[in-house]
Nanobody, 116 residues
Framework: QVQLVESGGGSVQPGGSLRLSCAAS????????MGWYRQGPGNERELVAV???????NYGDSVKGRFTISRDMAKNTVYLQMNSLNSEDTAVYYC?????WGVGSWGQGTQVIVSS
């Protein structure tokens, strides 16, 4: 079992920036995909960004060009740099990780609120 601990959420004004972190621990052998999903009020959970062990990335359409995902393999940590935030980015952000054999884990979620 992989444990994921998120940090970095909070409140920010439109146009501002936040950086989320997610540290993995436990059974991290074979950990491949790490990334972020989010769920806004009344919405389904959606992909934000994901990065593989090899550094390949994939972003949700609504965040392309504004968000950047990165990964520190030595620290088993994934980061999400969020710029040019707007009210539609308000959501609970969940860290997700998946091993080579398809076992997935979720973090507890961190709230991001974009409001003036």
């Amino acid at each position: 079992q992989v444990q994921l601990v998120e940090s970095g959420g909070g409140s920010v004004q439109p146009g501002g920036s936040l950086r989320l972190s997610c540290a993995a621990s436990g059974s991290i052998v074979g950990l491949n995909f790490m990334g972020w999903y989010r769920q806004g009020p009344g919405n389904e959970r959606e992909l934000v960004a994901v990065i593989t062990r090899g550094g390949s990335t994939n972003y949700g359409d609504s965040v392309k060009g504004r968000f950047t995902i990165s990964r520190d393999m030595a620290k088993n940590t994934v980061y999400l740099q969020m710029n040019s935030l707007n009210s539609e980015d308000t959501a609970v952000y969940y860290c997700h990780a998946k091993t080579d054999w398809g076992v997935g884990s979720w973090g507890q979620g961190t709230q991001v609120i974009v409001s003036s």
